[in-house]
């Protein structure tokens, strides 16, 4: 599976796509992507938790809303994205 990154939290990791191994839910995708890249935990987290205006989709959809957030099983070929706020017109 990889993770898409968009704008700034792109730019903060120096790349928009980066693969993951060995996760068996979106919660454990995203602490390797952490892990790779710490220098996106300060925005992206909150105390621990997602923050409220950062985007999280798997699959194209929100997890917290069409499964169980964190806890969603993911698969090998998934593809997980994360935007941060966007704005502009």
Same mark, same amino acid.
């Given at each position: 599976?990889?993770?898409?990154?968009?704008?700034? &939290?792109? /730019?903060? $990791? +120096?790349?928009?796509? =980066?693969?993951? /191994?060995? $996760?068996?839910? =979106? +919660?454990?995708?995203?602490?390797?992507? &952490? $892990?790779?890249?710490?220098?996106?935990?300060d925005e992206v987290l909150a105390d621990g938790d997602l =923050?409220?205006?950062?985007?999280?989709?798997?699959?194209?959809?929100?997890?917290?809303?069409? +499964?169980?957030?964190?806890?969603?099983?993911?698969?090998?070929?998934? /593809?997980?994205?994360?935007?941060?706020? =966007?704005? +502009?017109?």
């Amino acid at each position: 599976m990889h993770w898409r990154l968009f704008a700034t &939290l792109a /730019e903060t $990791a +120096g790349e928009d796509r =980066v693969p993951v /191994e060995d $996760a068996e839910t =979106v +919660g454990d995708a995203l602490n390797a992507l &952490l $892990a790779t890249h710490p220098a996106l935990e300060d925005e992206v987290l909150a105390d621990g938790d997602l =923050v409220e205006h950062v985007r999280l989709l798997h699959e194209g959809e929100d997890p917290f809303a069409a +499964g169980d957030g964190l806890d969603t099983p993911v698969s090998t070929n998934d /593809e997980l994205a994360l935007f941060p706020p =966007v704005s +502009g017109g």
